[in-house]
């Protein structure tokens, strides 16, 4: 199965570390993407690959993968972080993409 | 720059039809497999459909939502990919999205985005 579950909302202070999860069967051995959509724009890809981030694209954003749960951190949140993430794998029946149902990572 | 641009969105009524163009520039279509991604208003992401690479023959895909009433095309001659929407109904409301798979492998993701267009059916 390709579900992915992820908890619709995370709040966070600033300068403290947002965890954002991603669950699915055996998640662990699959690749992992993740996005950053900010309001009225289009997806960013900010991590590919469970860890590996885009040239661009900050430090403090991690990722890692693990049995069934994905984790994207942000550390040191800051306010322009605030947007909706969403995780990503590869349907490799016939070689689509399965979106993460999102989660608001709202910055208090 | 590597970019993507869609156009053609609109509003339509329910049963008509609608052609979106996904213009590349900074990079050749030819070259990469392109998927077409939707988002209702204060949804989710929904992947609608794709047009692969050499890496997969170059082959169709689409999603069983719209599976039969939307295809997917490219013009190699234009740099532009396009999404045949038929028979539309109010539920394929949505800004459309074309983006890019970034490598031939699962180790890549969607690394370019154009900025969405947005399909409105309504009577």
């Known amino acids: 199965s390709n579900v992915l579950t992820q908890p619709p909302s995370v709040s966070v202070a600033p300068g403290k570390t947002a965890r954002i999860t991603c669950g699915g069967d055996n998640i662990g051995i699959k690749s992992i993407h993740w996005y950053q959509q900010k309001p009225g724009q289009a997806p960013v890809l900010v991590v590919y690959?469970?860890?590996d981030r885009p040239s661009g694209i900050s430090e403090r954003l991690s990722g890692s993968n693990s049995r069934n749960t994905a984790t994207l951190t942000i550390s040191r949140v800051e306010a322009g972080d605030e947007a909706d993430y969403y995780c990503?794998?590869?349907?490799?029946?016939?070689?689509?993409?399965?979106f993460g149902g999102g989660t608001k990572l709202t910055v208090l | 720059e590597v970019q993507l641009v869609e156009s053609g969105g609109g509003l339509v009524q329910p049963g008509g039809s609608l052609k979106l163009s996904c213009a590349a520039s900074?990079?050749?279509?030819?070259?990469?497999?392109i998927h077409w991604v939707r988002q209702a208003s204060g949804k989710g992401l929904e992947w609608v459909g794709r047009f692969g690479s050499k890496a997969n023959s170059y082959a169709t895909a689409y999603a069983a939502s719209v599976k039969g009433r939307f295809t997917i095309s490219r013009d190699d001659s234009q740099n532009t990919a396009y999404l045949q929407m038929n028979s539309l109904k109010t539920e394929d409301t949505a800004v459309y999205y074309c983006?890019?798979?970034?490598?031939?492998?699962?180790?890549?993701?969607?690394?370019?985005w154009g900025q969405g267009t947005t399909v409105t059916v309504s009577s």
């Open positions: 690959d469970e860890s």
């Open positions: 983006t890019r798979h970034a490598g031939s492998s699962y180790g890549y993701g969607l690394d370019v």
């Open positions: 990503q794998v590869w349907d490799t029946s016939d070689d689509h993409p399965v």
């Open positions: 900074g990079f050749t279509l030819s070259g990469s497999e």
